[in-house]
């Protein structure tokens, strides 16, 4: 009862600027959390959780040598961190240096778009999985992928079937490398992309699938890959690859990771269809009462 006192006390004596701050801060977290939501980042996360969960342990224990050491180490911690994660970190200050404001704040491609860029793609991957032409498309979210074009050769073409296969091509001198689809267009071919050195990954998966989990892990990127030994579709997303895709499913999936539904629209839906019934029923009432 006393806490819950001091709580009302606390809110009475704050101020607008105080409701300000925390409404900002608050939104920040929410727009900045997804987008260093990567693999890479979230190792960082989960070895500081772990260190300073085992700090607590230990001084709760009152193991005091352990525990000396550990505070021995959070010390210089940050500093330690920075050295065993240079690249993530670098990564992640690139990937926040190349967000773009629109989409900061909520701004998107408009889904009748990105209905025909994904529509383009799967005709192209399914000519190109019958036969067995390799490919590898990327498709950058919040993420704009900026220190992958300088890998490649920039486009900026629009997004349909003929120019993905004429671009994965077997003699086509950008076949090997990736293709990045950024706002609705081929933004640049022919990109190096990281390789994923993950020990879950069969040991029959080529560069070309390690290149693309190694760009999901790295990014928010949603990565199609066609093998060229099997013509297999396969997708990565956050690490994960799912593999022996049909054309079909391949749809789907790429309309619910980079379509996401309305939640807006749907309530705004929800509104107005019980307008509807309201007035309805009004209706009905008046009619019944004459």
Known sequence: MEAIQNLIQQLTRMQWSDYLDIIVVAFLIYK???????????????????????AWLTDFMKLHTISWIINQFLAVGILAIVI?????????????????????????????????????TVMACE??????VGALIVFAREQRLEEYFKTGTQIDGQVSEQLIRNIFFPKASLHDGAMIIRDGRVAAAGCVLPLSDSVRLSADLGTRHRAGVGMSEASDAVVVIVSEETGTISVAVGGMLKRHLAPQTLDKLLHNELCPVDESADVQNLAIRLKKKIMQSVKEADSYEK
Request: net charge positive; hydrophobic share 50%.
């Open 127 to 132: 000519i190109l999985s019958r036969e067995k």
């Open 84 to 120: 065993l994660f240079q690249p993530e970190l670098r990564r992640m200050l690139d990937h926040l240096g190349s967000v773009k404001l629109t989409s900061f704040f909520g701004s998107s491609k408009p889904l009748q778009e990105m209905d025909a860029v994904i529509a383009q």
């Open 32 to 54: 900045l959390l997804p987008l260093i939501k990567t693999p890479s980042i979230m190792r960082i996360a989960r070895t500081v959780l772990a260190i300073v969960a085992l």
